[in-house]
Nanobody, 131 residues
Framework: QVTLVESGGGSVQAGGSLRLSCAIS????????MAWFRQAPGKEREAVAT????????TYADPVKGRFTVSRDHAKDTLYLQMNDLKEEDTAMYYC????????????????????????WGQGTQVTVSS
């Protein structure tokens, strides 16, 4: 059983920064592979970043490479998404997700792009970027 609770969303001007947090509570399930997804109105949910365990490999979708950084604090059981140089097209509801996946090479944006592959989700936090 896993519970994920996101926070940190808000409204920001283009070029600004936000840090999203995802509090993780897991029982009898190991959240090896974690991800941030986003969904804009009228669009499909898309994976933007993944992280394998605490210090494992991270991967990013092309639109956010160089601007977003995913990290995890094991002591605080929290996943973060640092978002810099935000653009209007980053406006979306952001979700964290996890799945028990012991193979690091599976834990990537490319191989985890479908929301159906992830059994555990948070409720989401809204990010709005204005010009």
């Amino acid at each position: 059983q896993v519970t994920l609770v996101e926070s940190g969303g808000g409204s920001v001007q283009a070029g600004g920064s936000l840090r999203l947090s995802c509090a993780i509570s897991a029982y009898a399930t190991r959240p090896d592979c974690m991800a941030w997804f986003r969904q804009a109105p009228g669009k499909e949910r898309e994976a933007v970043a993944t992280l394998f365990r605490e210090r494992g490999d991270s991967t990013y979708a092309d639109p956010v490479k160089g601007r977003f950084t995913v990290s995890r604090d094991h002591a605080k059981d929290t996943l973060y998404l640092q978002m810099n140089d935000l653009k209007e097209e980053d406006t979306a509801m952001y979700y964290c997700a996890t799945k028990p996946e012991p193979r690091s090479w599976i834990c990537t944006v490319e191989l985890g792009e479908h929301a159906s592959q992830w059994p555990y989700w948070g409720q989401g936090t809204q990010v709005t970027v204005s010009s």
